[in-house]
């Protein structure tokens, strides 16, 4: 009986150790193919797979918990112990879908061209946790409750909780779980993230008559900001491009032939032509929440006509005021720096 068990758990092992070696030959091989690649898949079969990284994601983070809680109500006495075979059979499914989580996640990530901080810290701790997952599961088959197990263990489950803290952060925005907690708890909330100012100019500087305004400062990033600066900025890079600066805004997507922003035409600017698509167009900006209004677009076409220039007035654009006073200006953060945005 020992030694058919010494067999099961040396195949166990070995299965689990190709499995991981598998699994990094074709993250590796993925991440070389979406660094090369010229070719958008995007919108097809392989981005629907890779958005069912959303629902697998799900399932090893509620497996290793469960793990954690049936460890510590045995070691309390609540319940009765639970057999080794039960206890490597739920760490099993954790490492193998952990792995499957990832290759989705990584699929998700090139065919839809997502990088930025929040992305990279996501991806990192990602892979970390089938790394930790698969030596978790090692160290139960080959030395039961050990120390190296509960380390591995608790290890895994704080990498899951940083990988989904950061994928909650490109979706759902970088202070979506700081906002409320408490003060002491924002910094390590934040920490790896883009914290800078998003005010968008000092008062003293533009405080006055509309006339008087800087165009970008004080109209085309705050628009930009409320509309678009959720998918493009520092942390979320959706498609190559970030919107969340003058100068990367004007530079456009890398690699794009379609440029974001051309001085003097805006009917051939991407932002233009993607934000008065009709809604229903898979081309449409901003894909989900609030479109850009009419006023807005009026905005920003008369700046781009103009030559979309950083130091721009309202007073330069000649007659072309009116619509600036259909748009709700903000005064703005008095501490703000101007060279952030």
């Known amino acids: 009986m020992k030694k058919l068990q ?5 195949k166990s092992v070995l299965i689990a150790s190709v499995s991981v070696a598998v ?14 690649s010229s070719v958008s898949l995007e919108g097809g079969f392989l981005n629907w797979t890779g958005r069912s990284h959303l629902i697998l994601m799900h399932l090893p983070i509620g497996m290793l918990f469960l793990i954690i809680i049936v460890e510590i109500l045995q070691y309390i006495g609540m319940i009765e112990k639970f057999g080794d075979s039960s206890i490597i059979a739920i760490l099993a499914f954790v490492f193998i879908s952990s792995i499957g ?3 989705l996640g990584f699929l998700l990530m090139g065919v839809e061209s997502v990088a930025g901080k929040a992305m990279t810290l996501h991806m990192w701790t990602g892979l970390a946790v089938v790394i930790l997952s698969f030596t978790t599961l090692i160290f139960r088959i080959r030395k039961g409750s050990s120390i190296f197990y509960y380390l591995s263990l608790g290890l895994s489950a ?14 759902h925005g970088l202070d979506y779980f700081s906002e409320y907690a408490p003060e002491v708890l924002k910094p390590v909330l934040l920490a790896g993230l883009s914290t800078t100012n998003k005010a968008n100019t000092d008062a003293g500087e533009n405080a006055g ?3 008087e305004r800087n165009v970008y400062q004080d109209y085309i990033h705050p628009i930009l900001e409320a509309k678009c600066n959720n998918c493009h900025n520092e942390n979320k890079i959706n498609g190559g491009l970030r919107m969340d600066t003058y100068e990367l805004l004007i530079a456009g997507a890398d690699g794009s032939d379609y440029p974001t922003v051309i001085p003097g035409d805006p009917e051939q600017s991407e932002l233009i032509v993607r934000g008065t698509l009709p809604d229903d167009d898979g081309e449409f900006m901003p894909p989900s929440g609030d479109a850009l209004t009419g006023p807005e677009i009026a905005i920003i076409k ?4 103009s030559g979309a220039k950083r130091d721009t007035l309202v007073s330069d654009l000649g007659d072309e005021v009116a619509v600036f006073n259909e748009f709700t200006y903000h005064e703005p953060d008095i501490n703000a720096d101007p060279t952030t945005f």
């Open 302 to 305: 008369r700046w781009i006509a």
């Open 101 to 103: 989580a990832t290759i």
């Open 6 to 10: 010494s067999i099961l758990k040396t």
């Open 209 to 211: 008559s509309v006339v």
């Open 23 to 36: 699994w990094a030959l074709l993250i590796g091989i993925m991440a070389l193919v979406f660094e090369n």
């Open 158 to 171: 704080l990498l899951i909780t940083a990988a989904g803290h950061y994928g909650g952060s490109m979706v």
